[in-house]
């Protein structure tokens, strides 16, 4: 005889809620992660979806521990998670640098990667910084005059 078999049993807001996430939600791993608590309200096992989702037992286990605490909220990542940003639009020294350095290489990215990695010690590669162009532009500060 193996170990019984955990599930979590949702009430309708909280599985209108987890579908709605899973459906809607702009993260993959919280979409996922509302997915693991729905598959195993329709009886799977902890085994079965780590399988599904090429996990281990462990990591479906701490997502349940961490649903029963806090409800879905206890699915969204948390702050402080992942590597920090090397650029950041809501740095204001980091926004300026960047335009002051574009408007005078504007053809040459690469040099503009040269000299910020001169003024702030951070390397990137031209990825990094396109990305962060891109949304400097979205976010509406981008160089206006």
């Not at 979409?31 to 979806?49: A, P, T, V």
């Amino acid at each position: 005889m193996g170990r019984p078999i955990r599930t979590i049993q949702l009430d309708e807001e909280s599985r209108i809620a987890l579908v709605k996430g899973f459906k809607t939600s702009k993260k993959a791993v919280f979409r996922n992660r509302c997915h693991f608590i729905l598959l195993s309200d329709q009886g799977y096992s902890m085994e079965e979806i780590a399988s599904i989702y090429s996990t281990n037992r462990q990591s479906v286990a701490a997502w349940y521990d961490r649903y029963e605490a806090t409800g879905i909220d206890g699915l969204y990542t948390r702050k402080g998670q992942g590597e920090k940003p090397i650029l950041e639009v809501s740095n204001s020294a980091d926004v300026e640098r960047v335009k002051r350095l574009v408007e005078q290489h504007a053809q040459d990215l690469d040099q503009v990667i040269l000299q910020l990695e001169e003024e702030t010690g951070k390397s990137m590669s031209k990825r990094t910084l396109q990305r962060f162009l891109k949304k400097l532009v979205s976010s509406g500060n981008a160089f206006e005059e």
